[in-house]
């Protein structure tokens, strides 16, 4: 654990300004959440080496969330706010990440090559939990702190800010 730790310090910044900018800029004026999140998934997907799987699980009742847009192989449909790293995202509305994905009790395998996870809850401009975004990587250890808060700060602007 504290070899993956001491690797992360060097680690460049994977969500560049100018990506940050060409996501706000697509989005700019667009309140429809599945066109943002359809756009944010694209743009993470093809922008970042080893984001080898981008999307959105959507809050579509108590407890509950289904797949939204996303880039990469096939994703599950449906998942319980009790099962994944989504779900335990969603529940604690708490930012995810995972550094072994199979260190987490109850991780949901979409794929068996996935390794690392990171998982950002999505809040709406009253504050209401929209879903999450979830991004996997076939590399271990592949999110920093400073990367989920980065993406942590483009989706409260992206859903949150009425400046958008
Ligand atoms: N790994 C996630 C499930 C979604 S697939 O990775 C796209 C989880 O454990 O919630």
Redesign the pocket.
Known sequence: MLLKQKSKLNKPELIKPELIARILAFCDGEDDEIAIMATVAGELYHAVDNFD?V?FYRVVGPDLMKIGPYQGRH??LV?PFA?????AAARDKKIMVIDD?KDFDG????SDS?QS?L?IPCFGKDGELLGVL?I?SDQPAFFTKKDADDLDQLMRKLFMDDTN
Do not use: K, L
């Not at 099962?83 to 779900?87: A, D, T």
């Not at 991780?107 to 979409?110: D, E, L, N, S, Y």
């Open positions: 799987w999307g994703g599950c998942i099962r994944g790293v989504c779900g994905v991780h949901i395998a979409c996935t996870e998982v979830d996997d």
